[in-house]
């Protein structure tokens, strides 16, 4: 590892990468901190092209490059903690920032999914739960997690954070359309399974030996018609308090844990 | 209700509760937005002394006093956009923000609890878990919710807000020393139960007949040798994929979920 100097226009390029827009033109995205970027090398998808990290912080990278030989390959380059400022998105830099390519695993198309328990995420607009939901279908080994179009970002740095680093070892897709989502269900022999809010029945009536999807709605309005439509049996997590409703995250985390339970 | 405006010092007064030192001096809180204020108008703990509006938002107001006619008997106050800034702890402030008292409802010594199943936290230090925590234990009437020594202050406007109202709904206790919960558990019979990354039994080994204290430890530190030195029983959420670690406050919610299934 020999670090370089980074210059102003790379920063520049760097710190556009902010924006979704511009994640989505060049098709990188950031991951900060060494805990993330433990989790990138050791992901299967989204390898990491540069590391950019504050001098004091250089030791710390040449530990983990004795680790991860991968690491010794990716071009680095050496900061001041000004110039980490500018190109992190947190209000206190982990002296470490890694600029990492969106990249699937081996292309499959929908048709070929396998796994026999599947999320789809209907305009999750949080990028805290998004990046929860993706730590706990982590967790579960729940892949690919579909999502619907008008979710947050699955690359913004919120969401990349909340995941704890899943986000390197869950496969995301995104803008599934309801229509694609019908077609795959019936064509694969695919349970749909609403999660509402209220009036349906307990998770452990979701029957176990099949494929089953899990819909989940957005924060405020919960799922669409047309999406409830697709459904053939409806969950709700039992309420035995005075709680008036539950996270979008910890719903699903609760369902994940039953289905597996 | 008849809005008066808000003096430059009592502005700042109010302002100074975002400081818990002054939350602690003054027993007082703020809550923000339509959302909480209705929460805390149908909350049994911490009531609402003063209500400050923005304006606009005044119709919103009247329509939430036809409902809850303990609101016609709250001082409010009518405040510009730019004074509502000022108070609001928010980014984007919500149009309302309340002035509540820190005030449990009937005294009850802990030799009294009476609860199946309680919640100890140690040191849980980030806002967004205790206030998410504390949502999911109103869900499931888990109450009250013990806070050992060093954790997130309940009363820091972001977990009042991650709490979603919750709370105005479950009982805190705060500053509870382990030499406290030992002798609670042992006078009252529960056995304790410590949450651990690996290596304790599934949830599902929880016995359920008798009243349990369940313990969950620091965000990376998890719980203490003295308070896993408590435990008669230690249990982990079983991991099927790849993920690294698990949320505390989902680990709570798939707990919780268990125990209630």
Sequence with gaps: ???????????????????KKNRDRENL???EGFHLLEEALQG????????????????RLEILAKRFSRLRTVPSYVLSPRQLEKISTEETPQGVVCLCEKK??????????????????????????LGTLLRTAAWFGTSPVLLGPHCA??????????????IFHVEIREEIEPDVLRELASREGYAVVATVPKGGLPPKAIGKGGRNVILLGNESRGLSKELL???SQRVTIPRRG????????????????????
């Design 44 to 59: 299967i998808f989204h390898p990491v092209l540069e590391v950019f990290v504050e001098e004091t912080a250089l030791p």
């Design 104 to 129: 699937r695993g081996p292309e499959k198309g929908l048709n070929e999914a396998s796994a026999p328990w599947l999320l789809y995420l209907e305009e999750l607009s949080d990028p805290g739960n």
């Design 1 to 19: 590892m020999k670090p370089e100097n980074l210059s102003k226009n790379r920063e520049r390029d760097i710190r556009r990468l902010h924006q």
């Design 229 to 231: 439509g697709l459904a």
């Design 153 to 166: 970002d699955p690359f913004n740095p919120k969401v990349v954070r909340a995941s704890a680093g899943a």
């Design 242 to 261: 005075r709680g008036e409703s539950l996270n979008v995250a910890l719903s699903a985390a609760m369902l994940l844990y039953e289905v597996f339970r």
């Design 29 to 31: 995205f950031l991951a």
